[in-house]
């Protein structure tokens, strides 16, 4: 059986948690992909699945080999697609991932132009308050805010965001403005999970612990935004997600002077991807909004 199918099956199996399940995803049959996988348990001489009568589950010989099976996978589509990208023309399918606010607010409009103006490409998105596997998971661009981990991925700085500590007038009316980082301690906080969730907060004059640990924590970016006009307490977030807020009166920001250093707004992709006319064209679009958002 080809190689690659079997490679496509095992990864299809894993994600999908069942033979019958990846079946469906390849349009194939379920007795297909038991010998697929079969014949690639055999080729490579070990055992990937444990298999049961209601479940399927990787051995750990599985699990080691399960990201090398995607990076093959997506190696191999990356070079299709720049062949067939040779043109200078975007299209094909464009995937994508960014934090969920910022995503609707900045990359939704972007992509939407894009699909307009180019018949030939369909646009993917995956909005998550959380970093995802870029190559795992076959991302052609991510969107991250704040400092970069090391890894052979290509960055595109596209602009910097600020982070800030905000409350509601009602809020501020009842417990009063903090007018030093010590006096936080006195107040309700709102804390956020995600990246940037953490036992302290950034501060211009270093890290301040969040101790009594903030008794409302939330998962979405909306939902601490949400909190922090309703009166619950202070919120630290960035820039773009209370800039309306801001606008209408609906937030005031605290403590200025202890704004710490703008986070930078990367575009992040493999080095394989940067001839790609959808993503060039995605980059230059994305650098032309910032600017226009006073984000660049």
Do not use: C
């Not at 994600?15 to 490579?44: C, H, M, Q, W, Y």
């Not at 399960?66 to 720049?82: F, K, M, N, P, V």
């Not at 998550?128 to 595109?156: F, T």
């Not at 922090?228 to 609906?250: H, V």
Request: proline residues 6%; hydrophobic residues 55%.
């Amino acid at each position: 059986m080809d190689r690659l199918l079997t490679l496509e099956m095992f990864v299809a199996v894993a994600d999908e948690g069942g033979f019958a399940a990846a079946a469906r995803k390849l349009n194939s049959s379920p007795p297909a992909v038991t010998r697929g996988i079969a014949a690639l348990e055999a080729r490579l001489g070990t055992i990937l699945f444990h298999r049961s009568t209601r479940a399927v589950a990787l051995t750990d010989a599985g699990a080691a080999f399960l990201d090398q099976a995607r990076r093959i996978l997506t190696d191999l589509a990356g070079a299709e697609r720049a062949l067939r990208g040779a043109a200078a023309v975007p299209g094909g399918q464009l995937y994508l991932t960014a934090p969920v606010m910022f995503g609707r607010l900045h990359v939704l409009p972007v992509a939407g132009a894009l699909i307009a103006a180019h018949p030939a490409l369909a646009v993917r998105m995956m909005l998550i308050d959380r970093n995802v596997r870029i190559v795992e998971e076959g991302i052609d661009v991510a969107v991250r805010i704040g400092a970069l981990a090391d890894s052979g991925l290509k960055a595109v700085r596209i602009g910097w965001v600020r982070q800030m500590l905000v409350a509601s007038p009602a809020y501020l009316a009842r417990r009063g403005a903090p007018q030093a980082i010590a006096e936080l301690a006195g107040h309700e906080l709102i804390g956020t999970m995600g990246p940037r969730a953490a036992g302290e907060w950034q501060l211009a004059s270093g890290k301040w612990r969040l101790d009594p640990r903030p008794r409302l924590v939330l998962n979405t970016v909306d939902g601490a935004l949400a909190a922090a006009e309703a009166g619950l307490g202070i919120a630290n977030l960035l820039s773009y997600q209370i800039a309306d807020a801001l606008d209408a009166g609906r937030l005031i920001a605290l403590l200025a002077d202890e704004q710490p250093p703008p986070l930078p707004v990367h575009l992040l992709f493999e080095p394989s991807r940067a001839r790609l006319p959808a993503v060039r064209a995605f980059v230059d679009a994305m650098k032309a909004r910032m600017r226009t958002a006073g984000l660049g």
